[in-house]
């Protein structure tokens, strides 16, 4: 069982940065792919991105490529997503997600695809 709590959201202009992190408890953290999804209003959940159990390998929707990161820190037991060059679209809800994974099964990419879901953090992209 983990728990997952995110935090870090906020209001920023378009073109600024943004970081929200994931903290976890419970047992066998670094046993666990963990993915990033958002929500905006009115839309499905979608793909944010992805980093396997050891954190050297990560996976990004072709939208936040090049903007976003994804890293992990198993001894804290966090996951971060550092979002930069932000837009009006980027505006959602975003949450973590986490899967009990063999290490070699870590491109996981539909939110069916995990057990364990935080409550969200809102991120919001105006002027």
């Known amino acids: 069982q983990v728990q997952l709590v995110e935090s870090g959201g906020g209001l920023v202009q378009p073109g600024g940065s943004l970081s929200v992190s994931c903290a976890a408890s419970g047992r066998m953290f670094n046993r666990h792919t963990l993915g990033w999804f958002r929500q905006a209003p009115g839309k499905d959940r979608e793909f944010v991105g992805v980093?396997?159990?050891?954190?050297?390998?990560?996976a990004y929707a072709d939208s936040v490529k090049g903007r976003f990161t994804i890293s992990r820190d198993n001894d804290k037991k966090m996951v971060y997503l550092q979002m930069n060059n932000l837009k009006p679209e980027d505006t959602a809800m975003y949450y973590c997600?986490?899967?009990?994974?063999?290490?070699?099964?870590?491109?996981?990419?539909?939110?069916?695809?995990?057990?364990?879901w935080g409550q969200g953090t809102q991120v919001t992209v105006s002027a």
């Open positions: 997600a986490a899967k009990s994974t063999i290490s070699s099964n870590w491109y996981l990419v539909a939110a069916n695809d995990y057990d364990y």
């Open positions: 980093i396997s159990r050891s954190g050297s390998n990560t």
